[in-house]
């Protein structure tokens, strides 16, 4: 039986059957995502190929079809990789802290931390660029980014409400102005829309912004 080599020139030991071992498959995921990974964010949705996915990452079109079915699908398990590597510290930020307001700060600064990096700038790009040809990008991208973060806020003000730190608010709406409010001035000047904010300037948005917050939240009536 022939056993296909891999890109460096070495034949991988296999399972039984001649089948990849489910760690040489992972392994194979991985550099796949690796590589589409650069790809989009370099060169953007549209013009990265399947062709060129396969290519880089030394493999058939074959074996790429038998791991994502498309290119949409391979962008949605690149999104949700890089969103669940991002989520694990946000979690800790909110869960950890002592009090909503330092817990607040933390998590403000983490986002701020996430969405300035060039990987989130180049995705927040992509999503820009094709929404009109490719609006299931929009659509990934807030399902795993944006409404996995509103989700996560809003269950911390729901507990932080039951503990008597907070009064009785909408936490889905509250949670979805303050990510709004956190990310977007910074952001927007990130991407070029004004002079980026140096991390003095960034120290005090979280300040202010987390401040501006929670006086809203303090002094809303309930609906």
Same mark, same amino acid.
């Given at each position: 039986m022939s056993v296909s080599m891999d890109p460096v020139g070495q034949s991988p030991r296999r399972g039984r059957g001649g089948r990849p071992s489910r760690l040489q498959s #992972?392994? /194979?995921s991985d550099r796949i995502l690796d590589v589409a990974t650069t790809l989009f964010l370099g060169h953007g949705? !549209?013009?990265t190929s399947i062709e060129a996915v396969a290519k880089r990452a030394g493999i058939s079109k074959r074996t790429f079809y038998h791991r994502f079915r498309g290119k949409e699908m391979l962008f949605e398990a690149v999104v949700r990789r890089l969103i669940e590597r991002w989520m694990r510290p946000f979690d800790a930020a909110l869960l950890d802290a002592p009090s909503l307001e330092t817990a607040l700060r933390q998590v403000a600064a983490y986002m701020l931390d996430v969405v300035l990096t060039p990987e989130a700038l180049a995705l927040h790009r992509i999503v820009v660029a094709e929404a009109r040809q490719f609006p299931g990008l #929009? +659509?990934?991208m807030h399902e795993l980014g944006a409404a $996995? !973060? &509103?989700e996560r806020i809003s269950r911390d003000l729901d507990r932080r409400i039951e503990a008597g730190e907070l009064g +009785? &608010?909408?936490t889905r709406l509250a949670a979805e102005q303050f990510i709004l409010m956190v %990310? $977007? !001035?910074p952001q927007r000047r990130a991407l070029g829309l004004g002079v980026p904010f140096d991390g003095a300037e960034l120290a005090a948005w979280v300040d202010n912004t %987390? $401040? /501006?917050f929670l006086d809203g939240c303090r002094s809303a009536q309930p609906h």
């Open positions: #992972a392994q /194979l949705f !549209g013009p #929009a +659509r990934i $996995t !973060g &509103i +009785r &608010i909408d %990310v $977007t !001035g %987390v $401040t /501006l």
